[in-house]
């Protein structure tokens, strides 16, 4: 943990369940815990999990000028979120290409809160917010207890009220167990989930009380690890692992456009003006390959890095597999070929662990109508 400058409140119950505390994005992060993950892939698939995401780097806005910055750094109009309201967006470099997804959080009329992974929104924002009215805050402090699964409105429920009414990319200020908090309606599994911001001193509390009371209800700790499981499934892509930082072009430098990573729909309609707009419009019909699915025709998952062939060449990379002990498939992201990025189209995996047929699919894998991250009541 020699990268670590960031803290966890809850670092010792992380330990206590059997994690080492690997780095990720400076903060010493549950990657795994002792027990099997299948077993904490069960429980958000079927009741809910409670996992610590508080890796996440979470930065305040504040100020008139505020919205400016976000509507140079993000492909997101910001003119339509209002208060209590969130949207995923994207960030660009000046090539068109993809540098960081975030979600943004307004929180009052001139406030604003972003929360992104390891790549460099934080810096992006102080650098365009330099010289104007808005105030950048990083704020280290604030933990990120996501409770993802069918059953986390059922327990929260029991101590909030309202939040059966709290719709898909919605917030609400509110309090917890006593201490305030801000609990979204969003999360990384593909599931009905809610993240709850949480200062540091309050962290142990909401996570022990969650963890104490869900434990009738089969809700349990999970791994920050077991997200790989369920964004296979679920097609949420995870920086810089599905990009070309991790698998790079042999003649070229690093760098996707949101066409190829399938992320375009996070440009609002008709906006121009943000950071790459104009590269991104021209790369268009430019796309070197797609962010695609695979079934594999196995009864354990592939690895990442793991080459796809057809047709005798190679034509692709495995960037994220997993097997599913509820629907028993092995499943995979790909970076595919334009051509081989159609459904049904027949695929080798040739990798060190594993060589067996596969086929391409669409994604996501599970629940392609997003009917239950969006399910209301």
């Known amino acids: 943990m020699a990268l670590s400058w960031r803290f966890s409140a809850l670092a010792d119950r992380h330990r206590a369940l059997g994690s080492k505390l690997e780095d990720w994005s400076g903060m010493g992060t549950a990657w795994t815990y002792a027990k099997d993950m299948s077993e904490e892939h069960v429980a958000v698939r079927t009741k809910a999990g409670l996992m610590d995401v508080s890796g996440l780097k979470k930065v305040h806005l504040v100020g008139p000028h505020a919205i400016a910055v976000l509507e140079y750094v993000t492909t997101r109009s910001m003119a339509k979120i209002t208060p209590g309201r969130s949207v995923y967006a994207c960030m660009l470099n000046d090539r068109g290409y993809f540098t960081e997804d975030c979600i943004v959080y307004r929180t009052g009329p001139n406030a604003w809160m972003l929360v992104h992974g390891s790549g460099s929104g934080h810096e992006e924002i102080a650098k365009q917010a330099a010289g104007r009215n808005c105030a950048v805050l990083f704020d280290d402090d604030l933990h990120d207890l996501s409770l993802q699964g069918p059953l986390a409105v059922d327990y929260l429920a029991q101590h909030v009220p309202g939040i059966r009414d709290l719709k898909y990319f919605h917030h609400m200020q509110t309090t917890l167990f006593g201490v305030p908090v801000m609990i979204s309606r969003t999360g990384y599994t593909g599931e009905r989930g809610y993240e709850i911001f949480v200062r540091g ?15 009738g209800m089969g809700i349990i700790p999970c791994c920050f690890s077991v997200l790989d499981m369920l964004r296979v499934e679920s097609y949420l892509l995870f920086y810089p692992y599905d990009n070309s930082q991790m698998y790079p072009f042999a003649d070229q430098g690093p760098g996707d456009s949101l066409w190829e990573l399938g992320l375009d729909f996070t440009v609002s309609p008709g906006k121009t003006g943000f950071r790459g707009a104009e590269e991104h419009i021209r790369l268009q019909g430019k796309e070197r ?16 890095g793991d080459e796809v062939w057809a047709d005798g060449r190679k034509v692709g990379v495995i960037t994220c597999p997993c097997y599913s002990s509820l629907t028993r498939k092995s499943m995979a992201i790909a970076r595919l070929d334009v051509d081989k990025a159609v459904h049904g189209t027949k695929l080798e995996v040739r990798g060190k662990a594993l060589e067996a047929a596969a086929s391409s699919h669409t994604l996501p894998f599970d629940d392609p109508e997003k009917k239950k991250r969006t399910a209301v009541g």
Do not use: S
């Open 201 to 215: 001193q309050d962290a142990p509390l909401v996570w022990d009380r969650i963890v104490e009371e869900g434990k």
């Open 289 to 304: 390959f797609r962010i695609f699915g695979m079934l594999i025709d196995a009864d354990r998952p592939a690895d990442a």
